[in-house]
């Protein structure tokens, strides 16, 4: 009898464990397809725009090619941020899907997925690229001018988009709509298993180990010019201002601790999924492919997003030339806001005496388009005073 109550006893304390994690995970679950996602996308559709903002200023452009080596990396930060707008704008999709059917669509299935490939691909080596040129700015500091420009970064960032489209290219004939789902079509599955397992090396292990390296090697270099200033400053340099040498060194070091900064969060943010997701590609077989591993890989996929979404606040953290020029903005914004408002109330009093006038603040902005003190900027964004 007391055994029996011992079984008993013992099978509803697992029973009710169970029950427990189910409601758990069912909850995490919940907060990942319905609350995470959105905040996700909008905290980083907000600072991408930002992003996009500050650094498509051709005001700003003009600066980056005016100061050379220590700037070049801004077209791929930048470029970085578009794709990142687009990856964010396929999660809202996905987040759309739980409550209407967008995704698993015929074109739309084959367009987002193919688009997610390519930000993923844009992603991993725009980062390899400045870090490579941070590499290089830092271990040949008196070539670095000669080299590094806007110019070429631009090119460099333009031919990886042109890669990245042309790599996954076959992957919209491998996908299509199966049961109802956006999935790989059965006859042709073996196929975007092994390319999927090419593009887990392309993506995830070769980005990783080159940076893994790269980092290691600025972070040595930068302790030794620590310990050694003068010789890394004046060798081979003597007839240079002295003055002028130490201002542009003191630039390089702020750039590459942001460059350093974004690189390693990157690694940090992306190491989980990218591990697991290995992991199951090349050993996960039925046996070991367990439902923790498959729940596991899936959250870890969520943690990876945030690396889309992130990059806004490192620049603000670590970028002083962001923040300034962040600022400006939000103050020229806040200038023409309160012009709008004045002289809209200028209008409506005037309006009062003579009801034949119009009286909003898109008459003052035709009216001041032809002032050559004010230029509508290119984004759409700001209505604003010329840079003098």
């Known amino acids: 009898m007391i055994d029996a109550e011992n079984v008993t006893s013992t099978s509803l304390n697992n029973s009710l464990n169970t029950v427990k994690l189910l409601s758990h995970t069912t909850l995490l679950e919940f907060f990942f397809r319905h609350v995470y996602l959105l905040l996700l996308v909008v905290i980083g559709c907000i600072g991408n725009g ?32 578009i794709s990142d707008t687009i990856y964010l704008s396929i999660l809202f999709c996905l987040w759309l899907s739980n409550y209407i059917n967008i995704l698993h669509r015929p074109v ?100 990783y180990i080159s940076i893994i390296v790269m980092n290691a090697i600025i972070l040595i270099s930068l302790r030794r010019m620590k310990q050694n200033p003068r010789e890394f400053l004046f060798r081979n340099h003597s007839q240079l201002n002295q003055i002028r040498e130490i201002t542009r060194r003191s630039a390089s070091r702020k750039m590459t601790k942001l460059l350093l900064a974004v690189s390693t969060s990157y690694l940090i943010i992306c190491a989980p999924y990218a591990s697991i997701h290995t992991w199951r590609l090349l050993y996960g077989h ?25 990059n806004f606040y490192i620049y603000i953290l670590f970028d002083s030339k962001f923040r300034r020029e962040l600022k400006r903005l939000f103050m020229k914004l806040k200038i023409n806001i309160c012009h709008c408002f004045r002289h809209s109330s200028f209008y409506d009093n005037e309006n009062s005496l003579n009801p034949n006038r119009s009286s909003n603040c898109e008459q003052f902005q035709l009216m001041d388009r032809t002032s050559p003190s004010t230029i509508l900027t290119t984004s759409g964004f700001v209505f604003g005073f010329k840079y003098k």
């Open 50 to 81: 930002f992003v996009i903002i500050v650094f498509g200023q051709r005001a700003l452009r003009t600066t980056i090619a005016s100061m050379g080596s220590n700037m070049s990396v801004y077209p791929f930060l930048f470029y970085m941020a």
């Open 108 to 207: 739309v299935c084959q367009l987002t997925l193919y688009l997610t490939y390519v930000c993923n691909f844009i992603s991993a080596y725009y980062t390899v690229s400045f870090t490579a040129q941070r590499l290089f700015a830092v271990v040949k500091p008196f070539r670095v001018s000669h080299v590094l420009s806007w110019y070429r970064s631009r090119c460099l960032a333009l031919f990886i988009i042109c890669i990245a489209c042309l790599i996954y290219s076959y992957l919209p004939f491998l996908i299509g709509i199966v049961n109802g789902q956006c999935f790989s079509l059965k006859h042709l599955r073996w196929i975007n298993e092994l390319m999927d397992i090419v593009d887990c090396f392309v993506v995830f292990l070769i980005p």
């Open 286 to 310: 039925k046996t070991f492919e367990t439902k923790l591993i498959r729940l596991l890989e899936k959250y870890f996929h969520s943690i990876y997003q945030i690396s889309f979404a992130i």
